[in-house]
């Protein structure tokens, strides 16, 4: 499709093609190095502090860069961005791979590394997701993102994991070494975007805190763009609490056994790659409104099936189940924020959307735990699903505007 004067958009587009490669390449190294990073931190410290903290300044960028990050892409363009995200986690994961090989990847390095990589994902984000808009077109967002949402699910969560597992037994440092190859990789796709895809960047006349807070705020005073952010924040921190107790309920109270433990995110990913075609398709004819009303839903059975019944064969169609609701719910309200969201505000609103979501996963992960010790483990997991089916309740009047929006 061509719009009037303007670039070729679309997922036919080879800007389109070039950018979804890019995403293919880097969720595969980002796979990689999130099952790897934490693995060598156990690995070579055997102090559950250590891989703790790390754990801390892998997510703490999310919290603390993120909105300035968003409203510095907001003035920049998003294709240079993206491609100096790319580069530069491409050096550092492979200064990390050398000092890996040398035996000199101690704590203090660890957590750098973490935390660099980290902030630089928080541009690469925000960047991205305004390539994406900007190369698919207004409608063909959802097609788009659901692209995204499988390449990304199939990357980091199935074929990032298998390769590191693969490259970590013959030596740790190969798995640095791949991602930062996959980010070299990911960048030259990028910089293959003809430059004429995106539009020029507005350039900020206030401060930065004040176009961070103009980008809050404007979330803030959205109906239908609050609804849908505000459901991803409350969603996060109920599913940060199951998944912060589901691995000990399936095996204590299930009796799956802890090497079997995994293969239920690998049902997950299973289930969002199944939901992401359906949930484009569904939208279609019903409208995204009560397609991601009925996302919710799903994924609130889910949790409810994982509580509900003891056989460990429940656990992995639970899973399953809660996968299809994530993956509709994650094309759909992505899309939906993405077109709610002005062009020039694209990466605050973006970066504001993390760090609610990620700032909540703490919080649901602290609160199940001591509701888990004076209640019991299932209880956490059914709470979760009858909060979940309620919060799609009453968030229902809104979505259903965002057909009308």
């Not at 790390?54 to 993120?66: D, N, Q, S």
């Not at 990913?269 to 279609?284: E, F, R, Y």
């Amino acid at each position: 499709m061509v719009g009037l004067g303007g670039p070729e958009v679309g997922i036919r587009t080879p800007a389109f093609r070039f950018l979804l490669g890019a995403w293919t390449v880097s969720s595969v190294g980002d796979g990689v190095r999130a099952a790897a990073l934490p693995l060598f931190t156990a690995v070579s410290t055997r102090d559950p502090l250590a891989v703790s903290a790390v754990a801390v300044a892998t997510v703490l960028p999310w919290l603390l860069i993120a909105l300035p990050a968003g409203a510095m892409v907001d003035r920049w363009r998003s294709r240079n961005t993206l491609i100096s995200a790319h580069v530069f986690r491409c050096a550092v994961t492979l200064l990390l791979a050398g000092l890996v090989h040398t035996g000199d990847a101690g704590v203090p390095v660890l957590l750098g590394c973490a935390f660099l990589l980290s902030t630089a994902e928080t541009f690469a984000d925000s960047a991205g997701q305004t390539l994406l808009v900007s190369s698919a077109g207004p409608t063909d967002l959802e097609r788009a993102n659901g692209r995204f949402v499988s390449t990304e699910t199939a990357g980091v969560e199935i074929a990032g994991p298998l390769g590191a597992a693969a490259l970590f037994a013959w030596h740790p440092a190969l798995c640095f070494a791949a991602t930062a190859l996959a980010l070299g990789i990911a960048a030259s796709l990028v910089a293959a975007v003809p430059r004429r895809t995106e539009r020029a960047p507005q350039r900020g006349t206030g401060s930065l805190r004040a176009e961070v807070l103009d980008g809050v705020r404007f979330l803030v005073r959205n109906p239908p763009l609050r609804a849908v952010v505000g459901v991803v924040g409350l969603t996060a921190l109920l599913t940060s609490g199951v998944n912060a107790v589901a691995f000990l309920y399936a095996i204590e109270s299930l009796g799956l056994p802890a090497a079997s433990v995994p293969t239920l995110l690998v049902c997950t990913a299973i289930g969002t790659l199944s939901a992401v075609p359906a949930a484009s398709a569904l939208s279609q004819r019903l409208g995204n409104g009560a397609v991601m009303v009925g996302a919710l839903l799903v994924l609130a059975i889910g949790m409810a099936l994982l509580g509900a019944f003891d056989a460990p064969a429940a656990a992995w169609g639970a899973y399953f189940v809660m996968g299809l609701g994530a993956g509709a719910w994650n094309v759909l309200s992505a899309a939906n924020r993405q077109r709610l969201t002005p062009r020039p505000m694209m990466g605050r609103v973006t970066s504001a959307h993390r760090v609610l979501a990620w700032g909540l996963m703490p919080l649901g992960a602290g609160i199940a735990g001591p509701i888990a010790e004076t209640s019991s483990l299932r209880t956490v997991i059914l709470g979760a699903s009858v909060l979940t089916a309620a919060i799609a309740l009453a968030a229902t009047p809104r979505l259903l505007r965002l057909n009308r929006a």
